[in-house]
């Protein structure tokens, strides 16, 4: 049977040229005026994941 790709886990997350897992900041979908100015800087920084859940991802995402 061919593998199908987890639309959900492809849209989430980005596969870097070495083959790390990045994932967006989370809290960025509204009350953003309230947070301080490190706190927004801080948001826009795309963050790695831990090696299990990097696993798992891949995992998801056969053809990435």
Do not use: C, E, W
Not at 8 to 24: D, L
């Amino acid at each position: 049977m061919k593998q199908k790709t987890k639309k959900s886990v492809a849209k989430k997350f980005k596969i870097t040229g070495s083959g790390k897992v990045m994932k967006r900041a989370t809290g960025n979908n509204h009350y953003n005026v309230r947070d301080t100015g490190s706190a927004n800087r801080a948001k826009r920084r795309d963050g790695g994941l831990f090696a299990t859940d990097q696993k798992n991802v891949l995992k998801a995402l056969p053809h990435a």
